[in-house]
């Protein structure tokens, strides 16, 4: 399995620029999260989907967009680049809850690293 | 909205002595869990506690949950170089999916 895969690894976006950050998984989880971890700092969720179809905001969505087509793929969308929206932004995935724990570990991809000028 | 913090930001330590971060969240958790990050990867999972006053352990670290369920450490006895990185607790609240993360220690080992 190659777990959580992420692309791109790198890109700088000019200010008004769009662009999709790629995530699929092929661990057959149906939770998947998006994340973005400014520098030095801890993550903040943008986005979440419990499933195919369903999607949910998190702490930090103004400016970012989801979908949610597939239950291996999961894109987020930038529309308008601004400056900060620098960060690196993390992709994650979970199995649904065991019986006798609520939840279950977060797999996380490599990261992209974005820079927006 | 729901916080969680831990303390110290950062800590310099000899190989050898023993390290402690603190988790703390504003609300009551569900769960807790707890990650490293190397410098430049990404996170990975260490544990997770679910129970009121739980300790759990996994070689040199040790892993509580508060009694009242809004509170977390991590130690590590004698450290070693390979512990360098950021450690994060992330939170959760009954009923919901969403992942709090705690704004993180970051661990350097003086060899």
């Known amino acids: 399995n190659a777990g959580v895969t992420q692309t791109p690894k790198f890109r700088i976006l000019k200010i008004g620029q769009s662009m999709t950050l790629q995530c699929t998984q092929d661990m057959n989880h149906n939770y998947m999260y998006w994340y973005r971890q400014d520098p030095g700092m801890g993550l903040k969720l943008i986005y979440y989907?419990?499933?195919?179809?369903?999607?949910d905001k998190g702490e930090v969505p103004n400016g970012y967009n989801v979908s949610r087509s597939t239950t291996e793929d999961f894109p987020l969308r930038l529309e308008l680049a601004a400056p900060s929206q620098t960060s690196v932004y993390f992709c994650?995935?979970?199995?649904?809850?065991?019986?006798?724990?609520?939840?279950?570990?977060?797999?996380f991809g490599p990261g992209t690293r974005l820079t927006v000028l | 909205g729901q916080q969680v913090m831990q303390i110290p930001q950062y800590q310099h330590v000899q190989e050898g002595e023993d390290f402690t971060t603190y988790c703390n969240s504003s609300?009551?958790?569900?769960?807790i869990q707890w990650y490293k990050q190397r410098p430049g990867g990404h996170p990975v999972f260490l544990i997770q506690?679910?129970?009121?006053?739980e300790v759990k352990k996994q070689k040199r670290l040790t892993f509580q949950f508060g009694e009242a369920k809004k509170n977390s450490s991590l130690h590590i006895t004698a450290t070693q170089t390979t512990d360098v990185g950021t450690y994060f607790c992330a939170g959760i609240t009954s009923g919901t999916y969403k992942y709090i993360f705690g704004t993180g220690t970051r661990l350097k080992v003086l060899a």
């Open positions: 994650a995935s979970s199995f649904l809850p065991l019986a006798g724990a609520l939840y279950n570990e977060q797999f």
């Open positions: 506690l679910v129970k009121s006053g």
């Open positions: 989907s419990v499933g195919a179809g369903i999607t």
């Open positions: 609300t009551t958790l569900s769960n």
